[in-house]
């Protein structure tokens, strides 16, 4: 079990620039998930995939975001146009389909907006 | 509006002590419920996890937490903590549809005192 991974685990940008996450779940998970956490908050979901099928998306989840998992295994989160707002840590979680197993979290990408 | 309530976020105490965090949903119906841990400069944890059964669920590290069904609460418990245990406690909820994307509160930091 090598864990979710996410990269990169730092991004500063400046704001209306452009940015992309990744996650790699674990490999024989079918559900992924992406949560958003702020200073002082719980993480906040954000979007679910089953397999490559984008499934769930969240009302926070503005135009400017999109997510992608496209082959099944890993993820992207771009977020377009970066406001103050978004600056986060954007966490990435995978589970198996059996309903009675948890997600397993990985260590998240901080975005910092300038 | 639904959601996890958790309270008291800061909690500082001494070795030995006993600690108890609050939880409580609004959410009705069938929820599965979950604590997760999160250690300085790591990757959130699932400490236990509550299906079904026995309301007392034991986890990792001598932690336990009961569901009582009938006050909407999952509270955590550890009898005796270490400086170890010091970390941010996360309460979640699965919700009772779609699917299994957690709804988390606004986490408790516990800080051990040697």
């Known amino acids: 079990d090598t864990g979710v991974s996410q990269n990169p685990r730092h991004k500063i940008t400046k704001r209306g620039q452009n940015v992309t996450f990744r996650c790699d779940p674990i490999s024989e998970h079918n559900r992924l998930y992406w949560y958003r956490q702020t200073l002082g908050q719980g993480p906040e979901f954000l979007t679910y995939?089953?397999?490559?099928?984008?499934?769930?998306k969240s009302r926070l989840l503005s135009d400017r975001f999109s997510a992608e998992r496209p082959k099944g295994s890993f993820s992207t989160l771009e977020i377009q146009r970066t406001e103050q707002g978004d600056s986060a840590m954007y966490l990435c979680?995978?589970?198996?389909?059996?309903?009675?197993?948890?997600?397993?979290f990985g260590d998240g990408t901080r975005l910092s907006i300038l | 509006a639904q959601s996890v309530s958790q309270h008291n976020h800061h909690v500082i105490l001494s070795e030995a002590a006993s600690l108890e965090l609050g939880c409580n949903y609004s959410y009705g119906g069938t929820v599965n419920l979950f604590w997760y841990v999160q250690y300085p400069g790591q990757h959130l944890q699932l400490l236990l996890k509550?299906?079904?059964?026995?309301?007392l669920v034991k986890g990792i590290k001598g932690f336990e937490a009961e569901f009582i069904k009938s006050k909407f609460s999952f509270n955590l418990r550890k009898p005796s903590v270490q400086w170890s245990d010091t970390a941010e406690y996360f309460c979640a909820v699965t919700l009772p549809y779609g699917n299994n994307r957690l709804a988390f509160g606004k986490g408790n930091q516990v800080v051990v005192i040697p």
């Open positions: 995939f089953q397999n490559e099928a984008q499934l769930e």
């Open positions: 509550y299906f079904s059964g026995d309301p």
């Open positions: 979680a995978s589970s198996s389909d059996r309903g009675d197993q948890p997600q397993h």
